[in-house]
C-alpha cells in the first residue's frame, strides 16, 4: 500500500505540490487528473524521489520511502518503475537491450557494461516483449520504432523490473489515438494480469474515465479530488480542469452526469472534504 501523507514540495515561492494526502491500494489503477501545471507530474515524481519532497511523507508497506538514500533508495526506484512522456529509451540500442536495462539494479555493472546479460534475464525481457507483440523487433534499433512501439518497449522495460508499481507520467502525451488505445490496453493488461499498481497521469478525462478504477484530481497542488470515476460529475471535472474542460471532456454532453452515475451516488464537494 503506498500512503501519501501531507506531501508538499515548493520552488521557490510556488507550492508545486501543496499537502497531498492519498493512499493506494495494491493492485489499484489510479489515474491522476487536472489541468497543466496542477501538479502532477511533480507528484508521480516525488513518489520515485525524481523530485524531492519539501515535507511530508512517502511510505510504502513498512517502507518510509522519503528518507531512502544511496542503495536503498536505487532499490526503491527499481520497485517504482517510472514511464515518461517521451519513452526515455537508448536510440542507438536495440529493442532486447532497451528492456533488458530494466533488470540493471539486479545484475553487476561489470555484466551491463560488457552486455553479458543472464540468459534468465533475456528470457525475461523477450517474454515481456511478446506480452505486447513487440517480439518480432527485439533486434531493431529503438529510435527506428514509432512513438507507439517505443512506449510499448519502456512499458516491457517497466514490466522487467517486476516493480510493485508503476508511475507512468502522461504516457499517451505524444501518441495519436491508435497508439494511445494500443498504449492503455498495455497499462491495463499490466493491472490486470500481474496485479501491478498503477498511478498514471493523464491530461485527457476521457482516457481516465474509462481505464482507472479511481481518480484522484488536483488543482493548483492540492487535491481536490478523489473518488470512483462515476462520482465525478461534468459539474466537479468543470472546476477542475476550467478553461480546458472542452478540450477533455471527450465530447460529453456538458453539464450533464456520466451517463454510469448511480443513483446513489456520494459525490465529493471539490476542494472541501473530497481529498481522502
Ligand atoms: N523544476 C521546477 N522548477 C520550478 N517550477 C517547477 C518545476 N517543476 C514544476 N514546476 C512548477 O510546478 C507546477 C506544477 O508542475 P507539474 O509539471 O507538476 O504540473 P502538471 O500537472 O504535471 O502539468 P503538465 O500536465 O503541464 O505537465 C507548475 O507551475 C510548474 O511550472
Excluded at 239 to 248: F, G, P, R, S, T
Amino acid at each position: 500500500m503506498l500512503v501519501v501523507e501531507g506531501l508538499t514540495c515548493r520552488f521557490g515561492t510556488k507550492s508545486a505540490v501543496d499537502n497531498a494526502s492519498f493512499s493506494v491500494g495494491p493492485g489499484s489503477f489510479v489515474g491522476v487528473i487536472g489541468r497543466s501545471g496542477a501538479g502532477k507530474s511533480t507528484l508521480l515524481r516525488m513518489v520515485n524521489r525524481l523530485a524531492e519532497p519539501t515535507s511530508g511523507r512517502i511510505l510504502f508497506d513498512d517502507l518510509d520511502v522519503t528518507a531512502l538514500h544511496g542503495r536503498s533508495l536505487r532499490q526503491w526506484r527499481a520497485r517504482s518503475a517510472m514511464i515518461f512522456q517521451q519513452f526515455n529509451l537508448v536510440g542507438r540500442l536495440d529493442v532486447l537491450t532497451n528492456v533488458l536495462m530494466g533488470r540493471l539494479a539486479e545484475i553487476p555493472a561489470w555484466r551491463s557494461l560488457a552486455q553479458l546479460w543472464p540468459e534468465a534475464d533475456k528470457a525475461l525481457a523477450m517474454s515481456a516483449l511478446e506480452q505486447f507483440d513487440m517480439a518480432s523487433l527485439a533486434a531493431q534499433r529503438a529510435d527506428q520504432l514509432s512513438g507507439g512501439q517505443q512506449q510499448r518497449v519502456a512499458i516491457a522495460r517497466a514490466l522487467v523490473q517486476q516493480p510493485d508499481i508503476i508511475l507512468a507520467d502522461e504516457p499517451i502525451a505524444s501518441l495519436d489515438p491508435r497508439n494511445t488505445k494500443i498504449v492503455m490496453d498495455a497499462l491495463l493488461r499490466i493491472n490486470k494480469h500481474f496485479g501491478i499498481t498503477i498511478l498514471c497521469n493523464l491530461h485527457s478525462l476521457e482516457l481516465a474515465r474509462g481505464y482507472c478504477d479511481r481518480l484522484i484530481g488536483m488543482s493548483a497542488g492540492r487535491v481536490v479530488f478523489d473518488g470512483a470515476p462515476a462520482t465525478l460529475t461534468d459539474h466537479i471535472a468543470r472546476e477542475l480542469y476550467d478553461l480546458e474542460a472542452n478540450e477533455v471532456m471527450g465530447g460529453e454532453v456538458m453539464g450533464s452526469a456520466p451517463s454510469h452515475l448511480p443513483d446513489d451516488a456520494t459525490v465529493p464537494v471539490l476542494g472541501t472534504a473530497a481529498a481522502a
